[in-house]
């Protein structure tokens, strides 16, 4: 049974254990969360039962010029799609040993909370990146072949060319991805658009902005035994992140092991909203 942090140990020292360990969680967890700041995240805390219909709406298109006096007959059609986004929990657990916390020089509760916040962080950053499979247009040059300018350019043309806003568009990419991107571009002095670019690959490791898409790398999409990755071009909107419970630590004493177990957990959920508004990139991701 878990129980709250200040009644399972008698001393202070179990508290503050427990505080240092739930702070570093959360810093871990807020500061690397890059996925969660580039989707759609619908809150259902407090909120009964694991499944969010959030509706899409369609575009309305055909307007045609009018005659003076002329009389509108027909609806336009605003009937709005749901698509279902069911959470799930996701949790691990670390155990302490008294004798490891009395002993160790390290600072070994800011050291778990990093490692629990971080296994959180991943966990919904996967979700995310998961997606990128199911979406059904690709722009990248495909499997075996290296990713350039070129293709985040077409993939922006695509969205652009389904009306989606162009404010807020980013790109996720593995790493071995971008590694031809950002060297394409080194070698063209950064000619794409921005003429900092360059200065910022070098001096940042940032790939930077193309065709007004700001391009972010990222470890959570899979390499497959092809050495092949899926990234995506996308809108905020494209993606739902539905929060049942965001990351939570709670203790457990085991007496009879002396040690404390400290369990991490969230519940989440994701899912496409939008095919319109995310292209993925498939390509090769070896260096």
């Given amino acids: 049974m878990a129980v709250d942090a200040n009644l399972y140990d008698s001393g202070l020292a179990g508290g503050q254990i427990y505080e240092n360990i739930t702070q570093a969680a959360q810093f871990t967890f807020n500061e690397n969360a890059l996925l969660r700041n580039l989707v759609t995240e619908y809150n259902m805390v407090g909120t009964p039962g694991l499944t969010a219909s959030v509706p899409v709406y369609p575009r309305v298109t055909g307007l045609t010029a009018l005659a003076a006096g002329t009389d509108l007959t027909a609806n336009a059609d605003v009937d709005a799609t749901a698509v279902d986004i069911t959470a799930a929990e996701y949790a691990t657990l670390s155990t302490i040993q008294d004798i490891v916390m009395e002993s160790s020089p390290l600072a070994v509760a800011q050291d778990v909370g990093r490692v629990l916040g971080d296994a959180c962080r991943q966990a919904v950053d996967e979700s995310i990146v998961d997606l990128f499979t199911s979406a059904t247009t690709d722009h990248g040059p495909g499997a075996g072949a290296e990713l350039t300018a070129d293709h985040i350019m077409k993939a922006a043309a695509q969205l652009r060319n389904n009306s989606v806003p162009m404010t807020g568009l980013v790109a996720v990419l593995h790493p071995f991805q971008a590694y031809n991107l950002k060297?394409?571009?080194?070698?063209?002095?950064?000619?794409?658009?921005?003429?900092?670019?360059?200065?910022?690959?070098?001096?940042?490791?940032?790939?930077?902005?193309?065709?007004?898409?700001?391009?972010?790398?990222?470890?959570?999409?899979?390499?497959d035994a092809s050495d092949d990755a899926i990234g995506a071009v996308f809108h905020p909107a494209a993606i739902g992140l539905v929060m049942k419970r965001d990351l939570r630590i709670a203790a457990e004493r085991d007496e009879s092991l002396r040690a404390t177990e400290y369990v991490a957990s969230m519940a989440f959920g994701s899912g496409i909203l939008d095919q319109n508004k995310i292209v993925k990139l498939t390509s090769d991701a070896a260096l």
């Fill in 183 to 223: 060297k394409s571009l080194l070698n063209a002095g950064g000619s794409f658009g921005n003429n900092n670019v360059a200065n910022e690959i070098a001096s940042n490791y940032f790939v930077g902005r193309i065709g007004g898409i700001d391009i972010y790398e990222a470890a959570s999409p899979d390499v």
